[in-house]
Nanobody
Framework: QVQLVESGGGLVQSGGSLRLSCAAS????????MGWYRQAPGKERELVAR???????YYADSVKGRFTISRDNAKNTVYLKMNSLRPEDTAVYYC?????????????????WGQGTQVTVSS
């Protein structure tokens, strides 16, 4: 079992920045990919960014150049630095962990999920 706990969400003005953290614990040695998803009201959950154990990263087009995903293996923590935030970035952000990085491109490819943290960007 793997436990994921997100933190760092909040209310920020348009153009501002936030850094989300996801602390992982438990049987994390077999985890090969970590992702950040978000879900806005009435919308499907979407993959925002992903980082594999080889540091390979993926970003959704909507966040490229503004968001950065990184991991600190010593702390078992994954981060999502969000700059130039826009009102359309408002959503609940979820951290997720996958055993198989090859399928970590859809929600079904992830094996564990955090409880989510709210990010609200005001205009």
């Amino acid at each position: 079992q793997v436990q994921l706990v997100e933190s760092g969400g909040g209310l920020v003005q348009s153009g501002g920045s936030l850094r989300l953290s996801c602390a992982a614990s438990g049987s994390i040695f077999s985890i090969n990919a970590m992702g950040w998803y978000r879900q806005a009201p009435g919308k499907e959950r979407e993959l925002v960014a992903r980082i594999a154990s080889d540091q390979n990263t993926y970003y959704a087009d909507s966040v490229k150049g503004r968001f950065t995903i990184s991991r600190d293996n010593a702390k078992n923590t994954v981060y999502l630095k969000m700059n130039s935030l826009r009102p359309e970035d408002t959503a609940v952000y979820y951290c997720a962990a996958a055993y198989n990085s090859d399928v970590a491109t859809t929600t079904k490819g992830y094996d564990y999920w955090g409880q989510g943290t709210q990010v609200t960007v005001s205009s």
